[in-house]
Nanobody
Framework: QVQLVESGGGLVQAGGSLTLSCAAS????????MGWYRQAPGKQRELVAT???????NYADSVKGRFTISRDNAKNTVYLQMNSLKPEDTAVYYC??????????????WGQGTLVTVSS
């Protein structure tokens, strides 16, 4: 099993910065990729950024140039540095981890979410 815990959300002014963290813990798993998704009020969940353990990254067009994903594989932790925040970035941000369990089953875990609110 694996547990994902996000932290770092809060209320910030437009143009400000915020960094989110997500730590994975548990036993008998291997993470191949971690990432961030978000869901704004009344909207569908959308991908924000992902990163594989190899270092490949994928960003939503709406955050390219403003957000940076990074990770510490040894700590099974992923970060999302968010700069130049806009009110439209307001959402609940969810951490995701994909990989495999040691006995072969696929791992697809989600955190509880952390709220980011950007005021104008």
């Amino acid at each position: 099993q694996v547990q994902l815990v996000e932290s770092g959300g809060g209320l910030v002014q437009a143009g400000g910065s915020l960094t989110l963290s997500c730590a994975a813990s548990g036993n008998n798993f291997r993470i191949n990729a971690m990432g961030w998704y978000r869901q704004a009020p009344g909207k569908q969940r959308e991908l924000v950024a992902t990163m594989t353990t190899l270092g490949n990254t994928n960003y939503a067009d709406s955050v390219k140039g403003r957000f940076t994903i990074s990770r510490d594989n040894a700590k099974n932790t992923v970060y999302l540095q968010m700069n130049s925040l806009k009110p439209e970035d307001t959402a609940v941000y969810y951490c995701n981890a994909k990989g495999s369990k040691w006995y072969g089953d696929t791992l697809d875990a989600w955190g509880q979410g952390t709220l980011v609110t950007v005021s104008s």
